[in-house]
């Protein structure tokens, strides 16, 4: 029992930077309160004994605002950040190392008793604050969830889940980018600068426009040149400060889509 506690606060000192000690993570983090209450729930609704399973976990919710049914599953190394506002149903599995914001909710869509409802989630899975995870699915390993998405389907490993509803983005780029994130630790709220495949098709358009316009101007500064060179022998002339004019402001458009 003292290992595992001794691995939760460790967790929690790895994955937030607030955490100066133990002793702080111990008696002020009502995250990790709420996975310990949790865990003498579960223990009593696994032993027949419901109604105690039920008090247990409604003393946890009044004390640290997080609700788990106590028939839920927890692994080990799981991490409530902040806590407040989260609900977690009967059926839901939550697996080893999962991150899980204030204001998630792993809810069920189905009315049948008995029934698998809840999300299952693999292992080191990230739920951004305020998302919702509706259904008997399963979230793949290393997945992330954005905030506030409404997830009604499975995610893959290692994907992440934007919007409402929920899209999935699971790109070569993506799984680069994370491999290096998680040597720097994991994505906070389980958003990345990158995440939303709107804005990654806008920058497309807008690097893309850019770098015609940079051509398009090395072709007049190029045909200009020649003008030059030849003395108008031709008779061409060229409007020299056109390609000046005429300028994309890639940048601006940039910082309207959040790059």
Same mark, same amino acid.
């Given at each position: =029992? ?22 702080? %993570? ?8 709420? %996975? ?47 806590? =407040?506002?989260? %609900? &977690? ?28 409802? +809840? ?13 919702? @995870? ?15 998405? @409404? ?23 993506? %799984? ?7 040597? =720097? ?6 958003v990345t600068q990158n995440d939303d495949p709107l804005s990654q098709a806008m920058?497309?358009? &807008? ?6 316009? +940079? ?10 040149? =020649? ?8 008779g061409i002339q060229m409007p020299g400060d056109a390609a000046k004019r005429e ?13």
């Open positions: =029992m003292f290992a595992r506690l001794h691995s939760d606060i460790q967790c929690i000192l790895d994955r937030d930077p607030a955490a100066r000690s133990a002793w702080e %993570v111990l008696t002020c983090y009502p995250g990790l309160h709420a %996975v310990v209450l949790h865990r003498w729930a579960h223990a009593c609704w696994r032993a027949g004994f419901k109604w105690l399973g039920r008090f247990i976990s409604n003393f946890s919710r009044w004390i640290t605002g997080i609700e788990i049914h106590p028939g839920a599953t927890l692994g080990e190394r799981v991490f409530f950040d902040h806590g =407040m506002g989260i %609900v &977690i149903g009967e059926t839901a599995e939550i697996g080893d190392g999962c991150t899980i914001y204030h204001g998630v909710t792993l809810g069920g869509t189905s009315l049948y008793k008995g029934a698998k409802r +809840h999300p299952t989630l693999g292992k080191d899975v990230v739920v951004g604050a305020g998302a919702k @995870v509706l259904g008997g699915f399963t979230v793949g390993d290393g997945a992330k969830v954005g905030s506030n998405a @409404v997830v009604t389907k499975p995610v893959p490993a290692g994907a992440t889940a934007v919007g409402n509803p929920a899209r999935i983005i699971q790109e070569d780029q993506d %799984v680069q980018r994370e491999a290096v994130a998680s040597k =720097m630790g994991f994505s906070a709220y389980g920058r497309g358009l &807008i690097d893309n426009a850019a770098s015609q316009e +940079h051509q398009i101007a090395l072709l007049w500064q190029a045909l200009e040149k =020649m003008n030059a060179q030849q003395g108008n022998a031709q300028t994309f402001e890639a940048e601006k458009l940039n910082q309207l889509v959040g790059k």
